[in-house]
């Protein structure tokens, strides 16, 4: 309860300033939009695509379009006439994919970037599947290439991201890894994938870790860590010495049998190729890592990424795009969509709380016959904060210090009650 009267406080003094808005003229969405999760989203649809929308809100002036995915859509309610433009039917002949060619595998690229845990969750991943199953079909033959752009971010979601990748992904496509950069967590997300190829300009290691401010991870925390990535180690078949070495200040060397190409890896300085001295960290560059049998190669473009993963073509799916060096899928494309609204959200966090703390603080000073009207604008934008936090529920815990179970009963159910309470008698 003590956050829950800090956020108070800091909605309190947020409005303070603002209470000659209460003569402002609200407008009501028109179209509702019911996800499986519980979310209800109002506002008006503007664009549909095989049964996603792209639906745009508003919170006083400012108004913003989201995209929201058809499996996660459980019924939509329409006071608006449904747009026609850019819509195809589900059934429409025309959606449907073209034939497979035989002996030739479909693909999609998937782009992993920005934060670890923000733009780039398990869960996003997950709710995925089903749309590049529609794309590449459910025979095993189809290709997953996540290609990772990022800095690294949150170590509690590494293990949720390698479970995703290991149990859901691998069984039912074959998935590489394609590194332009990963550090840090990004590393050690895709450290469970067996076929890892890098750009030219790749880098792939620097996974220590951190927390507060800036402080190394150390002790039981520390030891936890490198158990957890022996683990996933494993499940990319990895020797465990190469990821230890990205992680702490360890030696790292090897040997490379001339006839086979094998390589044995030590875990001091005594082998034929120092990969790593004891006083550094390690992080791999595209030629080392090609050179120490760590990737399975270097591609610049699909062209090449095709024949590094052993095929005469592959049928990329999706369309060009200025600026993308690979077709944009439809799982992709929601994928890219799903970046720009958890980005969106994370920079608008407290103008969601300062519009909610505006709202809450009008409902209560409002006269009872006029009351109802300002409730509803305070749950309208008390709706825009759990959909961020539905959305990413790692948002609870950055902002509130709380898992997403404690949040909904602690914050949001308290939220919700005292609304309810301002219309009672």
């Known amino acids: 309860m003590m956050i829950f009267k800090s956020i108070t406080r800091k909605l309190a003094v947020m409005v303070s300033a603002l209470a ?10 028109e179209d509702t939009v019911h996800l499986k999760d519980g979310t209800v989203v109002k506002g008006e649809i503007q664009r549909e695509l095989e049964g996603s929308v792209w639906i745009k809100t508003s919170i006083g002036e400012i108004a913003s379009t989201t995209f929201i995915l058809s499996d996660n859509i459980k019924s939509i309610e329409r006071d608006s006439v449904a747009p026609t433009a850019d819509i195809k039917p589900a059934n429409d002949p025309k959606v449907e994919l073209t034939p497979r060619r035989p002996g030739v595998p479909r693909a999609a690229v998937i782009s992993l970037e920005g934060t670890v845990g923000i733009q780039m969750t398990a869960k996003t991943l997950y709710d995925l599947i089903p749309t590049l199953e529609r794309e590449l079909g459910t025979d095993g033959t189809g290709i997953v290439v996540f290609k990772i752009n990022s800095g690294g971010g949150l170590l509690l979601e590494i293990q949720k991201l390698s479970d995703v990748i290991h149990n859901e992904y691998k069984k039912r496509f074959r998935t590489v890894s394609w590194i332009e950069s990963a550090i840090s967590a990004a590393a050690m997300t895709s450290h469970c994938i067996e076929e890892i190829y890098f750009l030219p300009e790749g880098n792939y290691g620097a996974c220590t870790g951190w927390s507060g401010r800036l402080v190394a991870v150390k002790g039981r925390g520390l030891e936890g860590v490198l158990y ?63 050179k120490f049998g760590f990737s399975k190669g270097t591609a610049v473009n699909l062209e090449e990424l095709t024949k590094a993963m052993g095929y005469q073509e592959i049928d990329w799916v999706g369309e060009e795009r200025t600026g993308y060096i690979y077709p944009i899928s439809k799982a992709e494309d929601a994928m890219i969509s799903y970046r720009e609204k958890v980005t969106s959200d994370e920079e608008r966090t407290n103008e969601y709380f300062a519009n909610y703390g505006q709202a809450r603080a009008l409902a209560a000073g ?23 936090v539905r959305n990413n529920p ?28 301002l219309l009672r008698p």
């Open 20 to 29: 000659l808005a209460a003569a402002t003229q609200f407008s009501f969405a």
């Open 366 to 388: 409002a006269p009872m016959e006029t009351r109802p009207r300002f409730v509803g604008r305070a749950r309208s934008h008390l709706k825009k904060i759990e959909a961020m």
């Open 228 to 290: 957890m990535m022996e683990q996933i180690s494993a499940r990319g078949g990895y020797n465990p010495f190469i990821m230890r070495a990205m992680q702490i200040n360890e030696a790292l060397s090897c040997t490379i049998d001339e006839r086979t190409g094998e390589v044995t890896w030590y875990k001091t300085e005594d082998g034929e190729y120092l990969v790593n001295p004891k006083d550094k960290i390690l992080t791999f560059t595209a030629p080392d890592a090609a």
């Open 394 to 421: 790692n948002f609870a815990l950055l902002t509130w210090g709380m898992m997403i179970e404690d949040w909904e009963r602690d914050w949001l159910e308290v939220e919700e009650e005292y609304l309810a309470s």
